[in-house]
């Protein structure tokens, strides 16, 4: 089963450089990562903010989401 990302779609736009790491991430694990857009997650003023599988990030920077879909990676 690949490993969600849960996201807004709105939140993630307005920030390029998370976007373009969620984007980095889903070309380097083909088929392993599956992208959820929301049209809002009811974290607003916590952007850029994630769902990994079933747990909730915050304010999460690209490294962070990078470090942790590794880390999520190397578990499975
Ligand atoms: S509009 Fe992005 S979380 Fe609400």
Redesign the pocket.
Known sequence: MPLQLTL?R??ARSRPDFLQMVNQLAAEYPGKIEIIEL??????D??P?VMVATKYYAHVAPQQLSAMVHEKMEEE
């Not at 049209?39 to 607003?44: F, L, P, V």
């Open positions: 807004c709105l939140c049209d809002c997650m009811a974290a607003c916590d952007a903010s």
